[in-house]
């Protein structure tokens, strides 16, 4: 829920309350218990909400009750979601992204607005031109849907000509993975001095950038940043983003970067391990960064990076492939440098 409330933030919403219930299942009709929508309802005269988020998607026959019985508007996880993706997106190519998974997310759900409407307006009258309204404008976004996606091919294939090439420059490629937030564009700025946009909300990047770095043992990699993921990630936005996401097939090395002071960090392990399988990504040599360790000294002294990293290294075993950093502070980042050298030296010996 706390995910959800900064995700709201991002999206331009005040969170004015928050309500849980548990259910061993949620309501076919209205999500939440017939109690909990009374309960719901009645917050509406204290905290004059004007907007009900749910961390769900909901089906389009819940989404229309839940709005009928409060009168505001509903908003669920994959819509908050797109529409943040929608206010994000820089490039041409993730706006394509964001306008596909929108409309593949509205599609199924026209049907049930039309009828909504036609509840409101008493029904009589509205049938005919509602329906033959929703033919067109279903038509409509079925050929808008079939535009984004041969827009998309054209991309994706650009692009794998441009990888074509990059790969015979023979740059290896680092690829920066993880949760949302977690400091994966502060530490691409860190390493390289690239300006890439930071911001503590999530989603700050959605398009993928690339910067070159020259290593301790002086040869080139290529590093780049690119979507965070988050739990529940909605399946039209990873449909969407395959273009973007195939770039990481390319990586000759992962690096995943880790909020070692979020309450969550094992959770958001665990769904970015899970999205790479997705992508058929689990044999990639892997690189663990163990990120914003300096939010875990206590201020009374004054750290430098060796007291930091000799302190914090005592009370954690790291593996030979995690390293502890703070991108902020740019701690550890010579270690993390010495690291990737050595990976790759191991990943790109001819076999
Ligand atoms: N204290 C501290 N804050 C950090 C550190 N690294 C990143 N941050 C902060 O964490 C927030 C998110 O950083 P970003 O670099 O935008 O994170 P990201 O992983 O690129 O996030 P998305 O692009 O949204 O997926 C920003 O407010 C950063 O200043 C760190 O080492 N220490
Ligand atoms: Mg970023």
Redesign the pocket.
């Given at each position: 829920m706390n995910e959800l409330a900064q995700l709201a933030d991002t999206a331009g919403a005040k969170v004015v309350g928050k309500l849980i219930q548990r259910l061993p299942r949620a309501s076919k009709t209205h999500y939440l218990g017939k109690g909990k929508l009374a309960e719901l309802l009645s917050l509406k005269d204290s905290t004059k909400y004007n907007v009900v988020i749910f961390d769900d998607e909901l089906s389009p026959l819940q989404q229309q009750n839940i709005e009928a019985a409060l009168q505001v508007k509903v908003i669920d996880r994959v819509a908050l979601i797109l529409d943040i993706f929608a206010k994000r997106a820089r490039t041409r190519d993730g706006q394509l992204q964001v306008e596909l998974a929108q409309h593949q997310y509205l599609f199924p759900r026209l049907a049930g607005q039309w009828s909504h409407l036609e509840r409101l307006g008493g029904g009589i009258g509205t049938r005919g031109p509602g329906e033959s309204q929703l033919e067109t404008d279903r038509r409509l976004i079925r050929h808008r849907i079939h535009h984004l996606q041969a827009q998309i091919d054209d991309i994706r294939k650009h692009r794998q000509l441009y990888r074509q090439q990059r790969r015979k420059t023979g740059i290896p490629i680092v690829s920066?993975v993880?949760?949302?937030?977690?400091?994966?564009?502060?530490?691409?700025?860190a390493l390289s001095h690239a300006d890439?946009?930071?911001?503590?909300?999530?989603?700050?990047?959605?398009d993928p950038t690339t910067r070159r770095l020259t290593l301790p043992d002086k040869s080139a990699v290529l590093l780049t940043?690119t979507?965070?993921?988050i739990r529940k990630l909605p399946p039209t936005i990873v449909t969407a983003f395959k273009a973007t996401l195939e770039e990481l097939a390319e990586a000759s090395v992962l690096l995943h970067?880790v909020?070692l002071?979020s309450h969550n960090a094992p959770e958001q392990c665990q769904i970015v391990e899970d999205i790479l399988a997705d992508l058929n990504l689990m044999n990639k040599p892997r690189i663990t960064a163990l990120?914003?360790?300096?939010?875990l000294l206590d201020d009374s002294q004054n750290w430098d990076e060796e007291a930091a990293l000799n302190y914090l290294s005592d009370q954690r075993e790291a593996d030979e492939n995690t390293v502890l950093?703070?991108?902020?502070?740019g701690?550890g980042l010579s270690k993390l440098l010495e690291i990737i050298s050595r990976t790759l030296s191991r990943t790109m010996q001819p076999v």
């Open positions: 920066l993880g949760y949302t937030n977690t400091g994966k564009s502060t530490l691409l700025n890439v946009f930071v911001e503590d909300k999530l989603f700050a990047t959605l940043d979507v965070g993921f970067v909020d002071t990120n914003k360790i300096d939010l950093i703070s991108a902020t502070k701690w």
